[in-house]
């Protein structure tokens, strides 16, 4: 009887919560070719997103082609039948718009803004990009070349720039998510005409995407145009998506990694559920009880205390499949990576062993309380979240209910998701250290 | 092309039984034109929000935005305060910032931390002010925090100690930190190091810092007079206006003590003289390049820069702005980004930024390329800016940036801080009241000639400084000819943007030869050296992902034979045989000559320091100085041909560590670094076992010795023989 008092002092402090979150309103439907349609109307200020997400990122690529996803979404901004070399972001622009795309391991993700007047012109762009994307040799050559130098400018040149690519190879031995989704250059220089052609035709179809409008629009006459533009595209062959099953981490993967660095970093991988279960979401608390804000556990023991580091994070890469969470620290001058190790780990069996407060696991519902409404306040943000709960996490209405899947877990969730997940026994360490510390 | 158009595309049409009475009514024309993009209805109407303003009795100026559309609310208080030059006491200002929110009269920093993040809510602190932001409901709790870190900070002693060590670590990391050292750097490069903007902080200035200059700053400049209180989101007048009061009403804080020097400089007490910008910097001097050396860089860090005299308030600042986005600020159409990348390829982004600042403004051009189109990206960015000088822009450009910018000042309002950062602005540049209602009015109104004229006034090619972050080695010689500056065409800088100096120490207790001669003690002995002979290594390496052997043979009397093969395949080989030398390779062969002949025989030999003498004209001790942290030794010498060698030896071991050759090699001057690392005995004397090197024809090579045979019989005269035909007399 004794521990119930501690359940409804958790749903207490929760309880305005979710009366205080503003509900997303959307509608959605599927055209007869497979594509998934979401409208959300907003007439808070005259503009529109209007974005598509396909089905495809980089663990959809052979083992042979690692990179292709997001060096294919740069292509698909080179034209199309209708659409010469360069014009389509000289399109957007001209309206007064912005557009970016972006590729996970999962998914490849475009967009545009523009002012709402010009809804139909992002809804034949975006059609246009379906149906009959076009690239000449001049736009392969080049896109090549600027992918290199994005994978040079933000991984090689980085200090620390690689660390995501080396957990990612030992945290995974079957499964396509052991290689970044930026890939590699050998992979990229191999590519052929062959691969652009069967890549379009197996990927870019509408029965594997999802097309979410977003913003100052009457949902009825978004809807004609959506179907005006849409509708004709043929539907393609069914996606199998891969579905290799990564056999469990069985011992710890340790590592050194020698980089141009001054201070040694210390980084721990450890596999967790996929986005959307329950532990994720469990998981996902657990990384900020440890290093969101000041007074997380990492950041207050390890960064204002002990003074061993200068910099904590803790993360998960929210994967459709099994996914990773990644902890790090970097060292303060003078500490010892193994040193900065035993600190970050005494603080995960501390979670382990001592579980989380009541007072400390209502302070991350209200963290979270607010973060759910500030994500939400931008249209182009609520087209990304819409789409994302369609296509990865199965089911739009968890837009609105991503809060309640935090208000459902209590502290002794999150003790347990420590346990089971953040295992010092089964797990990545690398330590990055000083390149002048190689041994001779 | 990737996928051709589908003749049954139209067909899907046809299909008409979409759920949903909507559809029915809907005009369906199965034939819709895909060959031109849809026309825009009329354009939406913008509409700025409001603010309302007041002030409270003890000068503070309250703003206030409301918007309902969210339960969030935020709070900023900013005061307005002029940049002051902080010498050698650089980084104090971040200080006050980094340490307002760390302890108060009444709280530690880990209640602060605690107070703020059980609310969910966040707090920012700032060398101008501090921000917090939340759910409606928690504003008032928020507040409290707020008031107490911006009226009554501590400045602890042990956050201080703490923050100076954090500091020091982000100096440390800043190292290796491209991007980080083209921001702190690239400012000493547009400004100048002494300019407030320009400053860069050291170790060295950390260690002038102490916690009264902060007081003393905090004291000085965070006052009500000069302060601005800002609220924003789902918050009526009424709570705000009660808010304000409550928080900062009674707030009336002392002035420190001051004084006027003869030169008119306030000394303030605590923080002592106070130098403020006098008049803003503007482009002068010549076009030069400044370096700062990262090896091993995978790209070069370019800026093109330049300070200027804009400000907000300046009535060409909106023609200013137009011409950056057509230059490279923003649009993916900009000039800079159409031709680095869409069209050369050379980088993932290239862009330019146009700052219109009330004490100085600065115009900078970025982008990261690889190494070997360095010199190639900075001509084009120069030419561009040439161009937009020379030519302006034409109807088309004109067009889209001005499009591009209306769409993006609508996209702004979407926040309603904007709104707030509008009157913000206002007040702090003097601008007109009107200025940001008639914003699109004033864009539309900019012409083609106004645009010129802006890059006329604003853009200096003939007088940016290029500055660049990447491996020396590698971009140096290219970088020569694009200076206009005869005298130091490159100026290097280290990572703190001091001028790079090798800081060597003078040696008096010994000559270089005793250097040598520790060094041949070092390997083994004078004995043992000149002892081994008739030697065999094998080195291996890859290039370009090919796995490379080279194997060498030392033969008695300067004899020597390589052979460099990939699998099976000769590529090259190389023979002195005592006189002569040869080379071969899949273009021919040649006979080495002259200083070529000299490097050969040189290079030809296991121990050459056991008869230097031979080689080497002058030879001098340079000093002491660090090589990657350790002391060595450098010894300078020049050889009978005027080529230079500089060795550096290891102070304690007396193992050399690094060689520099400057040298004319296959048609060009090279200098060529090669490390020596992991010695090990082979016949009695010390090899290294790796050997790295950078700058020759091939980049950066690591050659690891994988076999040394001492020969149990020395190779015949013939298997050293060059194959050259006799020299005719």
């Known amino acids: ?440 | 092309m990737i996928r051709s158009a589908n003749p049954f595309t139209r067909m899907g049409l046809a299909g008409l039984c979409l759920a949903g009475s909507l559809l029915s009514s809907a005009p369906m024309n199965a034939q819709i034109d895909r060959s031109r993009p849809p026309v825009p209805g009329p354009a939406p109407t913008v509409q700025l929000g409001s603010h309302s303003s007041f002030t409270l009795p003890n000068g503070m100026r309250v703003i206030v935005v409301e918007n309902h559309k969210l339960p969030l609310a935020s709070v900023q208080v900013r005061f307005d305060i002029p940049p002051v030059a902080q010498g050698d006491k650089t980084g104090y200002v971040d200080l006050v910032g980094d340490l307002l929110a760390t302890g108060t009269a009444t709280r530690s920093k880990a209640d602060i931390d605690e107070s703020v993040e059980k609310l969910g809510g966040f707090l920012v602190t700032s060398s101008d002010g501090a921000y917090t932001a939340g759910l409606k409901k928690n504003l008032p709790a928020l507040m409290t925090v707020l008031k107490d870190v911006v009226t009554a900070p501590s400045f602890p002693e042990r956050e201080f100690t703490k923050a100076i060590t954090r500091y020091r670590s982000g100096i440390q990391q800043r190292k290796d930190d491209p991007d980080a050292i083209a921001e702190a750097v690239g400012r000493a490069a547009t400004f100048g190091r002494n300019h407030p903007y320009g400053e860069v902080m050291t170790e060295k200035s950390l260690n002038n810092i102490a916690i009264k200059h902060i007081n003393g700053y905090y004291q000085r400049f965070f006052r009500p007079e000069k302060g601005y209180l800002v609220f924003v989101g789902d918050i009526t007048m009424k709570e705000a206006k009660k808010l304000a009061k409550e928080a900062f009403g009674a707030w009336k804080p002392a002035m420190p003590p001051m004084t006027i020097d003869e030169n008119g400089n306030e000394i303030v007490e605590g923080l002592g003289t106070v130098h403020y910008l006098g008049q803003p910097v503007t482009a002068t001097g010549l076009r030069r390049v400044q370096l700062v050396d990262r090896p091993g860089s995978a790209q070069s860090v370019i800026r093109v820069t330049f300070p200027l005299n804009l400000q907000p308030k300046d009535n060409r600042a909106l023609a200013a702005q137009v011409m950056n986005t057509i230059l490279g600020g923003g649009v993916f159409n900009a000039r800079l980004m159409q031709n680095l990348r869409e069209d050369k390829a050379w980088t993932y982004g290239a862009y330019s930024s146009l700052d219109a600042d009330r004490f100085n403004g600065s115009f900078s051009a970025s982008v990261s390329v690889r190494n070997n189109v360095t010199d190639s990206a900075l001509t084009e960015i120069v030419k561009e800016l040439e161009r937009m000088r020379n030519e302006g822009v034409t109807t088309e450009e004109l067009d889209l940036a001005k499009k591009y910018m209306a769409g993006s000042f609508a996209r702004s309002l979407e926040d309603p801080r904007t709104v707030a950062r509008f009157a913000l602005n206002t007040y702090l540049n003097g601008l007109a009241e009107d200025h940001y209602a008639t914003y699109l009015q004033r864009l539309d109104a900019v012409t083609k000639d106004d645009v010129k004229a802006a890059a006329e006034a604003f853009l200096h090619p003939d007088n940016a400084v290029l500055f660049v972050v990447g491996d020396k080695q590698e971009v140096y010689n290219k970088l020569v000819p694009l200076s206009r500056d005869v005298v130091a065409p490159v100026f290097e800088l280290d990572e703190n943007g001091e001028p790079w100096n090798e800081t060597l120490i003078p040696v008096q207790d010994r000559t270089p030869e005793q250097v040598i001669d520790a060094y041949i003690e070092a390997i083994g002995g004078r004995a043992a050296a000149t002892k081994l002979n008739d030697v065999k290594l094998v080195y291996t390496t890859t290039l370009g992902g090919m796995d490379i052997t080279i194997t060498q043979w030392y033969g008695r009397g300067g004899l020597y034979r390589s052979e460099t093969r990939m699998g099976d395949q000769l590529l090259a080989e190389e023979v002195f045989d005592g006189s002569r030398g040869v080379r071969r390779g899949q273009g021919g062969e040649y006979e080495v000559m002259d200083a070529e002949l000299e490097d050969l025989h040189f290079n030809g030999m296991l121990v050459p320091e056991l008869d230097l003498k031979k080689f080497m004209d002058q030879m001098i001790l340079g000093g002491r100085i660090k090589i990657a942290d350790r002391d060595a030794y450098k010894v300078v010498m020049t050889t009978m041909n005027m080529q230079s060698v500089e060795d550096y030896f290891h102070v304690d071991t007396g193992l050399r560590i690094r060689r520099i050759e400057r040298k004319y090699a296959q048609g060009r001057p090279m200098t060529i670094t090669t490390d020596y690392k992991d010695h090990r005995q082979v016949g009695g004397v010390l090899l290294p076992h790796t050997v790295e090197q950078a700058g020759g024809p091939m980049g950066i090579v690591v050659l690891t010795l994988k076999e040394a045979t001492v020969l149990a019989k020395a190779q015949p005269a013939s298997f050293f023989g060059t194959g050259l035909p006799p020299v005719e007399e």
Do not use: C
Request: aromatic share 10%.
């Open chain 1, 1 to 440: 009887m004794r521990h119930l008092t501690f359940i409804p002092l958790a749903t207490m402090l929760a309880a305005p919560v979710a009366a205080q979150t503003r509900a997303i309103n959307y509608t959605e439907f599927d055209l007869e070719n497979g594509l998934h349609v979401i409208l959300h109307e907003d007439h808070s200020t005259p503009i529109v997103a209007v974005s598509v997400m396909y089905h495809v990122g980089s663990k959809n690529e052979e083992k042979d082609r690692r990179g292709f996803a997001h060096f294919f979404e740069h292509l698909l901004f080179e034209g199309s039948e209708n659409i010469g070399r360069g014009e389509f972001s000289k399109y957007v622009e001209r309206a007064g718009g912005v557009l970016n795309a972006n590729t996970t391991g999962d998914r490849t993700y475009y967009y545009e803004v523009l002012p709402s007047n010009q809804l139909e012109l992002g809804l034949w762009l975006e059609s246009e990009r379906m149906l009959h994307a076009k690239v000449d040799q001049k736009g392969v050559d080049t896109q090549r070349e600027v992918v290199k130098e994005e994978r040079r400018q933000r991984y090689e040149n980085q200090p620390y720039g690689t660390i995501l690519i080396e957990v990612l190879k030992r945290a995974y031995t079957e499964h396509p998510y052991q290689w970044p989704t930026i890939g590699f250059m050998e992979d990229l220089n191999a590519a052929s005409e062959a691969d652009y052609k069967a890549f379009y035709k197996k990927f870019y179809i509408p029965n594997n995407a999802v097309l979410v409008v977003a913003g100052d629009i009457d949902p009825a006459q978004a809807k004609v145009l959506v179907f005006k533009y849409f509708s004709g595209i043929p539907k393609g062959e069914p996606v199998k998506q891969p579905m290799a099953v990564e056999p469990p981490l069985e011992k710890e993967v340790r590592d050194i990694i020698y980089d141009r660095i001054q201070l040694p970093a210390v980084v721990q991988g450890y596999r967790i559920p996929a986005n959307g279960t329950p532990d994720f979401y469990a998981v996902e608390m657990v990384n900020r009880l440890l290093s969101n804000g000041n007074a997380s556990r990492l950041n207050r023991s390890l960064k204002d205390e002990q003074q061993k580091a200068v910099y904590t994070g803790a993360f998960s890469l929210p994967f459709e499949h099994p996914g990773l969470a990644i902890l790090y620290a970097i060292a303060n001058a003078g500490v010892d990576a193994k040193d900065l190790e035993r600190a970050m780990d005494a603080e995960l069996h501390r979670i382990q062993k001592e579980g989380v407060g009541a007072e400390e696991f209502a302070k991350l519902l209200a963290q979270l309380e607010t973060e759910a409404i500030q994500d939400n306040s931008r249209v182009a943000g609520v087209a990304g979240n819409l789409a994302t709960a369609h296509m990865l996490l199965g089911n739009t209405a968890l837009v609105n209910k991503e809060l309640e899947r935090y208000l459902a877990l209590t502290p002794a969730d999150l003790q347990r998701a420590a346990q089971t997940y953040f295992s010092t026994d089964r797990r990545v360490v690398l330590h990055y250290l000083p390149m002048n510390q190689k041994p001779q």
